[in-house]
């Protein structure tokens, strides 16, 4: 059971829009810390999406965007191509437990 | 650019130890972590080193399971078992942590991984 709660699957038609959610608590999300989100593309390393709730590192496509909000945050992906199939991470830090990672939600591109 | 040890396979009661050998920026002036990813699982972070001073931090889940260290003459960080179990086969991934400290930091960089297969 993680910390951080994401949804197992998502899917979308190619061209849609979809949304990941993350949910948290008051001990990692709600305390304020930043949320970050990891793409990892099947048989490889994760790679990083979005850092500090909404920003995008070089070289990742504006079609990502992150939100936070209370205890939770989210990643949206517009303009669904097959390319971004693959397993979505959010990570946060916890007072308890350190730095925590979501269960993970695979996204499917129909 | 992060660097891993190759694929590892033991018996269960051996020890261990995967490296992680970074490139190309100031090793001491940023955090490594190392995350497990069991087959066909999430990830799971295990802990944190700051190469310059060793300052380690473990996740509960795996404080006396494992231990972390670094060797800066070599820029390389090393995760060790003193004794594998068979749930202890895995992908091991280490990173670079950036932002200042685990509290703030995300992870920019990832090494490539390194399969862990412990089994009689």
């Known amino acids: 059971q993680s910390v951080l709660t994401q949804p197992p699957s998502v899917s979308g038609a190619p061209g849609q829009r979809v949304t990941i959610s993350c949910t948290g608590g008051g001990f990692n999300i709600g305390a304020g810390y930043d949320v970050d989100w990891y793409q990892q593309l099947p048989g490889t390393a994760p790679k990083l999406l979005i850092y500090a709730n909404n920003n995008r590192p070089s070289g990742v496509p504006d079609r990502f965007s992150g939100s936070r909000s209370a205890t939770s945050a989210s990643l949206a992906i517009t303009g669904l191509q097959a390319e971004d199939e693959a397993d979505y991470y959010c990570?946060?830090?916890?007072?308890?437990?350190?730095?925590?990672f979501g269960g993970g939600t695979k996204l499917t591109v129909l | 650019q992060l660097v891993q040890s190759g694929v590892e396979v033991q018996k269960p009661g051996e020890s261990l130890k995967i490296s992680c050998t970074a490139s190309g920026y100031r090793f001491s002036s940023y955090w490594i972590g190392w995350v497990r990813q069991m087959p066909g699982k999430g990830l799971e972070w295990m802990g944190i080193?700051?190469?310059?001073?060793?300052?380690?931090r473990y996740s509960p889940s795996f404080q006396g399971q494992v231990t972390i260290s670094v060797d800066k003459s070599i820029s390389t960080a090393y995760l060790q078992w003193s004794s594998l179990k068979a749930s202890d086969t895995a992908t091991y991934y280490c990173?670079?942590?950036?932002?200042?400290?685990?509290?703030?930091?995300?992870?920019?960089?990832w090494g490539q991984g390194t399969l862990v297969t412990a089994s009689s």
């Open positions: 080193i700051h190469p310059s001073d060793s300052d380690t």
């Open positions: 990570q946060s830090y916890d007072n308890s437990l350190r730095v925590v």
């Open positions: 990173a670079r942590m950036i932002g200042g400290s685990p509290e703030s930091g995300y992870f920019d960089y």
